[in-house]
């Protein structure tokens, strides 16, 4: 069934590949989703620009590397449309006018900005040299992101929640000035909150070394795991242990549901040793990732078909972000005459 009166709108930065976190936490949700609603898909090429703007090979790769990765989760582009920000010029006109909507200090006090600022200063310095314009406007970019597309529903993990705040802002500033033009966006907050490391680490993500992707092939996945984090006081091959401080046993009850039960109770009675855990928890994550791989390998071996996949999502998007923009236009009598 579709559901005709919300439309769907998320975004996903192309910096890398998706790992399971992303699998569990969005991604999984998205392929769902996409059954009920009309779904937009953005792959946030021009956001990703924000933070590397000098790294122009990077954001290109992972534009299709991220396609790919989408694709093979079960994004169907015939139920989502996948698009590239930056071909869709309209996100780049909304941002201009929503501009003067947003002070600069408002956007200093968007948490998530904040909190980003403080880790760039981290890696940086203090001296505030690194926070550029664009940066910093970034959120009123992802406010025309949702509202070129008539976004109502906005698949989100939490850290997200102060951008759609900021989105709403904007719509009901346009609109009591403007007049009733743009849809308020409502957050779909995501679930399951983010996942660990193997290394135990609350955050899961390549500059850790510590995550597993989509990608990863048998060998990778192999040695990944042997070097997971199990309980350190555990010493004896048959001492009991605390599955609860394990990470072996934290990525069973995600990829080896039936069997989680037994391994938690022989895991605590020392019935079971860490090398065979882990063996058994590689076997379970192959099994799982097995029908992801299939599907890259597919699309890997035929990139004019990821091509055009995003070149039609592209072009579908842009009609829809051309038909907000005529009414944005028109209420801000900027309509001087057709092209
Ligand atoms: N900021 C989001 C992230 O980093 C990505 C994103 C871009 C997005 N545009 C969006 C999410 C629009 C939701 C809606 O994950």
Redesign the pocket.
Known sequence: MNNKYENI?????PTGNLHLGHYFGATSNWVKLQNEYTTFI?I?DV?ALTDNFDNPDKVRKNVYELTIDLLSVGIDPKKSTIFIQSKIPEIAELTVFYSNLVTISRLYRNPTIKTEIKQKRELFGNDGESVTYGFLGYPVS?AA??TAFN?TL?P?GDD?LP?LEQCREIVRKFNSIYGDTLKEPKELLSKSSRLKGLDGNEKMGKSLGNAIYLCDSEEIINKKITGALTDTKKIGKNDPADPNVCMVYYYHKLVNKDNVETVCNECKKGLRGCVACKKELISAMNKFLEPIREKRKYYEEHPEEVDSILKEGTKKARTQAISVMQQVKKNMKIDYFDE
């Open positions: 709108l998320t975004g996903i930065r953005e946030a956001q992802q992101d949702i976004g906005i989100v997200q951008l």
